[in-house]
């Protein structure tokens, strides 16, 4: 049986949007940064990759894989657009995996970009030729799961599905923020990012290493003075404090089959064991992931207490509580380096970081089993389990 080995994992800092430090740097530039880089850490031959599939959900449409592998000279390598909204990062190495199982390739880069610094501004044309602003519905707007507030349709329903107090969201959101610093002042996450040239107070250029989203000193008590977004709403609990950052970054990975890993001694740094993606109505979009964690699981026939540690991203803080009280999962092995609040949420590229952090965090525990997963907007879940051998 062919399995699917990550033999090389990258992924820039994030950034803040518009206001942080690679709020100059576009998409494009920053699917490169990645890609170069777990390319030479991966030590193959260029000649040997087969594709690039990369996310990219805010860029306006195009194929960044395919733009990062020419300005590469990677001529010969193809490229794949993958799209899920919050969880293309996901697809795009679920989509890589596959293409190994199945034998169709034998070395792939997988991914995910995004800026939301400079992300595409789109017009649309009327009946009356005018060109009036235009954006895709994730989904069919309804009043219950509005299609451009996820701050409703995810946040406040999740919330509210899962019995959820202001209170019980923001513990998780300080609790994000202290793990995330600890594990920057810790210095782990300095194996996994790869730095980005940015413009400098001299006017020259700077390498950039450092992820600038988490914050010290969050605590529930100042989290309790943030105002609701949604103060018409009973019970609101969505804050700006409580949700997830608006963010740049690109993440990748090298995956192999295990017999081209064998043969160009290669170590990998974990292989794929199963994935989950499932569909919900909208207005469970938060809850999502239960399914998608259940489905990969059962694919894998693994329980959840054979697991060693998660990442539940954070488009909401409510999302990671519902999921692990319904599921039973242990908080104390979740999100234990931040995750969308603090470390923030580029979104087309997050999933691929979230594999990317996994790897290294199983590494550091000596653990064998991690399950990173996601909801993703219009009503979607994915999770996918890397083993560490």
Known sequence: MRRAAIVAAARTPIGRSRKGRLA??????????????????????????????????????????RHTAVSLGLNHVPGLAVNRHCAGGLGAVQTAVASILAGAMDVTVAGGTESMSTM???????ADGSWNPWAPMSHPETPEAPAFDMSITVGENTARLAGLTRRDVDEWAAYSHGRAIATIDAGHFADEIVSVKVPSESGGEEDYTTDEHPRRGVTVDTLAQLPVIHPELDNATVTAGNAAGVNDAAAAVVITSEDYANAHGLTPLGFVRAWGTVGVDPVETGLAPIGAIERALGKAQLAVGDIDAWEINEAFCSVPVAVTRKLGIDSNIVNVNGSGCSLGHPIA???????????????????????????AGGGMGSALILERI
């Open 24 to 65: 100059t740097v576009d998409a494009w530039s920053l699917a490169r940064t990645a890609v170069s880089a777990v390319i030479d850490r991966s030590g193959i031959d260029g000649a040997d990759i087969e594709d690039i599939v990369l996310a990219e959900s805010m860029q306006g449409g195009g194929v960044i894989a």
């Open 120 to 126: 595409a501004r789109s017009l649309k044309a009327g």
């Open 349 to 375: 590229a997050t999933g691929a970081r979230m594999v990317v952090t996994m790897l290294g965090e199983l590494a550091r525990r000596n653990g064998s089993l991690g399950v990173v997963s996601m909801c």
